[in-house]
């Protein structure tokens, strides 16, 4: 059974900077497509980064801020998050889904279609 853990999270000012990790064990990364969700209280579980290097989709709010990349012989996805804004704050998850037998990974950032969630990792960006 494959298993996530992510870290990296902490308390920030609005303008800094942090890095996400997600380890994968129980399987090898590259047999599965993932991505980055996160959520507030009261709040539905967002998508924020799917799929990595030229394939990468993002929402919105956090284009040109944050990069999601994937490191296969690590066996880790990585989120970057520059410049980090007071909206940014919650918990940050990692997801995972089995890569289809056509070996695309479609950058889905819609948490229904993952099947493997990590534990989270807390995100607070204030002064």
């Known amino acids: 059974q494959v298993q996530l853990l992510e870290s990296g999270g902490g308390s920030v000012q609005p303008g800094g900077t942090l890095r996400l990790s997600c380890v994968v064990s129980?399987?090898?990364?590259?047999?599965?497509?993932m991505g980055w969700f996160r959520q507030i209280p009261g709040a539905e579980r967002e998508g924020v980064a799917a799929?990595?290097?030229?394939?990468?989709r993002y929402a919105d709010s956090v284009k040109g801020r944050f990069k999601v990349s994937k490191d296969n012989t690590a066996n880790t996805l990585y989120l970057r998050m520059n410049n980090l804004k007071p909206e940014d704050t919650g918990t940050y998850y990692c997801?995972?889904?089995?890569?289809?037998?056509?070996?695309?990974?479609?950058?889905?950032?819609?948490?229904?279609?993952?099947?493997?969630w990590g534990q989270g990792t807390q995100v607070t960006v204030s002064s």
């Open positions: 997801a995972a889904r089995s890569l289809p037998a056509d070996g695309w990974c479609a950058p889905l950032r819609s948490r229904t279609e993952y099947d493997y």
């Open positions: 129980g399987d090898s990364s590259s047999n599965y497509c």
């Open positions: 799929g990595s290097g030229g394939n990468a």
